[in-house]
């Protein structure tokens, strides 16, 4: 298995976890680009959001139902962005789908 974050499912790389439960996994991001950056990931291994089709697009609902959960439960009241990074140029840099919540600060719009 060569997938860094299939290595995060397995336990054979630490993370910081926040929420693990058998569809998916969130864990503090190793480079926060925000004071309160983490990554949503489904521990099914689809590589990015291009991947996304109707036999496991249900996974996408369920992790933006668990980032909506995590904000309360973080007190991000003030916002949060979702990211989707996909592919080369849209700055995909781990091939496996994530979705990172950033907050914290105000973030600019539109990214760079
Ligand atoms: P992306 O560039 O959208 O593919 O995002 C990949 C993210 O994974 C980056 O923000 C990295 O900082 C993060 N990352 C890479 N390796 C690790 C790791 N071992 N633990 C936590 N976050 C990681």
Redesign the pocket.
Known sequence: MSC??CK?IAGE?P??KIYEDEKVLA???????APV?F?IIPKEHITSAAEITPANSSIVAYIFELAAKLAKELKLENGFRI???CGVE??????HL?F?VLAGRLLAWPPG
């Open positions: 860094i974050f995060i790389i993370a910081n864990f503090y991001d190793i480079d926060a680009k950056h990554l990211v989707n990074n849209g700055g995909q840099t781990v091939e994530h990172h």
